[in-house]
């Protein structure tokens, strides 16, 4: 059983289950009930599930597992979905969402980052200024002319999955020169506090290296999530894929020689000891050289500031995928088997502590 929750313009949440048979040995999905709810608390979401199955008279007990993202009220360690099934129906396997992971790592460690960034992005979309106005279109449009930017629309990041987030920040850096000057015609013809935000941020000279930077780290997340959107089954390829990525992260600020001496597993982010100068801490290669043009003009606080954010950011993100992914777990071993290298050399000869 497949759990989701999402919610329609008109704030109506509604609760998505899914399930599927393995009769003819092939999964099957169906959706089975769109449920509106009046709030997204576990415990009514509980409610909700149990109550489709007792209408369409499904017995609960035939579950043999449960998947879902990993946000607190689905698999939290108290009063949670999750822990309310397994209170009842001890008997089924849990699996959570290895994309959802990510996000979630993604949205903690961007806390380390000016909290202006991200409202820069969902500000600059904002659907009132541009989509209610044909006369702002075509003033903008003016700008991407004469700025020589292609005239795409401007993008608005997911409200739950915070690496859509990408998508958007790219499209701001390639039209970033036509949105510093139209925002400044705009707050000038009409001062609102938004707009004055908005004209502040695009004119910190930091928010463009802050902004390079995060794509840089988006991009890297967003290969990982896109693996695991395959349908093909590849869980015996996630320990290699999460070792691979904490390595890669933790290349960008930490000595080299203790990341190859070390399992990724026990790599210590906050040790400071075997971190490099901050100074060369790897940002990108947008980043840096925009951090190359400003450095005449910004104190060696501001400078120090902004590599230490994004030091933090790096720090953090290994933080949140360690917490969230046990590496230790006796299955990655054990789906080393249907790999097609092993399973062609039959290794191991059988499949019972898989089965």
Known sequence: ???????????????????????????????LDLVEIMDGMANIIYLAVKQVFSELHIPMQYIIGYSSDTTNVMFGEHNSVFQMLR???????????SCHLIHLASSYAAKMLPKHLEDLCRNIFNINHFHRS????????????????????LLSPGQTRWLSLE????????????????????ANEDPTHLNDRIVKSLHNKFTLAYLEFLSYQLQRF???????????????????????????????????????????????PTNVLHHVPQNQTYIGIAATATIHKIEEGATNEDLDRFRS???NFLIEIILQIKQRVDLDAEIHDIVQCISPTKAAFRTPSSLAQII
């Open 1 to 31: 059983m497949i759990i989701d929750e999402t919610m329609d313009l008109s704030t109506i949440k509604q609760l998505a289950v899914t399930y599927f048979k393995m009769q003819t040995f092939a999964p099957k999905y169906f959706l």
């Open 87 to 97: 209170a009842v129906y001890p008997n089924f396997y849990s699996v959570k969402c």
């Open 134 to 153: 044909s006369k702002r279109q075509d003033a903008y449009r003016d700008f991407q002319e004469f700025f020589n930017v292609e005239p795409r629309q």
């Open 167 to 186: 998508a958007c920040v790219n499209r701001i850096l390639e039209q970033y020169l036509a949105l510093q000057h139209y925002f400044v015609l705009t």
């Open 222 to 268: 967003n290969v990982f999530n896109c693996l695991y959107q395959s349908e093909r089954p590849l869980l015996q390829n996630l320990k290699d894929e999460v070792e691979g990525l904490l390595k890669s992260i933790a290349s960008d600020f930490m000595v080299v020689q203790y990341i190859k001496e070390t399992n990724p597993k026990d790599i210590n």
């Open 309 to 311: 954010d994004c030091k």
